[in-house]
Each structure stands twice: as structure tokens, then as C-alpha cells.
């Protein structure tokens, strides 16, 4: 992996690397750094930790890496192979308000100054040890309120309790029997519970494979899911259809 890592950055050409522990993850960290040492060894530290790693080595398509991994922060390196680490950041807070945490050998007080005044939550200075960069990043994960429902054990949608650690759904205390499958994609749909996701991004998540246009196994999915949490199938409340985009989650109340 490392040697195909060095020769895709001879050409600036960008990677993008999903690490994934066969589960949805809470959180999805963007890495934009250039040296595949640094990647693999922060990746590394992050997975570990419980968090879904996303690779880009040159800067480029970012929103683009941010809009379709769901990313929740960022970590950027700002000696980039094609464009600065500064246009990157103005890129990023000119559409999104998620967190950015600067990792740079650049230690100056000015430099720290100006970036921080771009938009960046924070700004760490390499060589930074494992323990102090997992620190910051759940720090500004904090501070931003990014932290989610799924950290608690259950959560609760209209007459519907989800058990997370036990995996198990009830209403009326009659238990819901949901296939692994159909767990994950409900599960999805709460963790990203503001978000309207695509059959796409639905895919990547739970079958951790790339979308192939074949619409017909996440409709099944959906369509089974819905005939076993719904009140009425055909009229939905708790995982609605956005025609043409996806779907999302109905209201909690």
C-alpha cells in the first residue's frame, strides 16, 4: 500500500483511503497531507481510536471528498504538492462549517496567528505525538457540539427505542427484528440525522464496497426496513424519500 501511496504522489494525483472496522464509525476525519508516511502513521492512530479515515495527498476535490465521505473535521497540512494549505482553508470556509485542525511544521506565532484568523479551530505543530493530536481532535469535536446521539446507548424516534450496544429496536416492548443490513442503514440515517443521504452514500457505508448504480438493493433494503418499522409502509415517517437525492431520517417527535 505504502509503495502505491509514493508512486500515485509522483504524479499529484489524489488518493482517497477509507479505512473501515466493518461498522459505521462516528466520526470521518479528512486527511490532507502529502507525505504518505504521515498518513499512514496518523490513519493509523485514528482507526484505532474509532474514527473512519479519509486520505487526499494533494489538496484537490476537496469539497467534493467532504461532501461524499459526510466528512466531520478535517486535519490539514499546509505544504501541498499543487496548491497551499491557506487556499485549501479558504476553499472549505467559504461553503462548510465544519471543523479544521492545521498540522504544519511551521511554527511561528504569525503563522499560527493568520490561520487561526482564516477559520482554522486549531493549529498543531509537527512532530506532534498520537496522544496530544487524538486529544485536540476530540477536543474541537467538543467545542463544535458535533457529538452525537449514538454516543449515548439508546435513542428514541417517535414510538421507536433503538438499542445501539445490543443492536435492537422496540416499540410498545415488543422487539423489531432487523437484519444487520437494515440495522446499518437505519442507524446511518440517525448518525446523520440533519443530513439527506444518497443511495450512494448509503452503499459505501454499509456494504463498504463502491456504488455501482444498481438502485435495486438499497430499495429492497429500504423498502423492508420500512414494512418493518413504519406504522403504514406506503406512507413513511421515519425514513422518508427525498425524490431524486435519497432519503433521510423522519421526525424525531
Not at 135 to 163: G, P, Y
Amino acid at each position: 500500500m505504502l509503495l502505491a501511496l509514493i508512486v500515485q504522489m509522483m504524479y499529484h494525483r489524489p488518493i482517497i483511503l477509507s479505512i473501515v472496522w466493518g461498522k459505521i464509525m462516528k466520526y470521518n476525519i479528512l486527511i490532507i497531507e502529502d507525505n504518505p508516511l504521515v498518513c499512514e502513521a496518523i490513519s493509523a492512530a485514528l482507526s484505532r481510536e474509532g474514527y473512519n479515515v479519509i486520505i487526499n495527498q494533494t489538496g484537490a476535490n476537496v469539497i467534493e471528498d467532504i461532501n461524499k465521505n459526510m466528512i466531520h473535521l478535517v486535519l490539514l497540512d499546509l505544504m501541498l504538492p499543487t496548491r497551499t494549505g491557506e487556499d485549501v482553508l479558504k476553499e472549505i470556509r467559504q461553503g462548510k462549517n465544519i471543523p479544521v485542525i492545521i498540522i504544519s511544521s511551521k511554527d511561528s506565532d504569525v503563522e499560527k496567528a493568520v490561520h487561526l484568523g482564516l477559520g482554522a479551530d486549531d493549529y498543531v505543530t509537527k512532530p506532534v505525538s498520537n496522544i496530544e493530536l487524538i486529544a485536540r481532535i476530540k477536543a474541537v469535536l467538543r467545542r463544535m457540539k458535533v457529538t452525537s446521539d449514538l454516543e449515548q446507548e439508546t435513542f428514541i424516534i417517535q414510538d421507536l427505542i433503538i438499542n445501539f450496544k445490543t443492536r435492537e429496536v422496540h416499540r410498545d416492548h415488543a422487539s423489531i427484528a432487523l437484519t444487520n443490513k437494515e440495522f446499518e442503514i437505519f442507524k446511518l440515517l440517525i448518525e446523520h440525522a440533519n443530513a439527506i443521504l444518497s443511495k450512494d452514500q448509503i452503499y459505501r457505508a454499509v456494504w463498504h464496497d463502491d456504488y455501482f448504480s444498481d438502485e435495486n438493493i438499497i430499495n429492497v433494503h429500504i423498502r423492508r426496513l420500512r414494512e418493518k418499522i413504519e406504522h403504514n409502509p406506503s406512507k413513511p415517517t421515519l425514513v422518508l424519500t427525498v425524490r431524486g437525492v435519497g432519503y433521510r431520517l423522519g421526525s424525531r417527535a
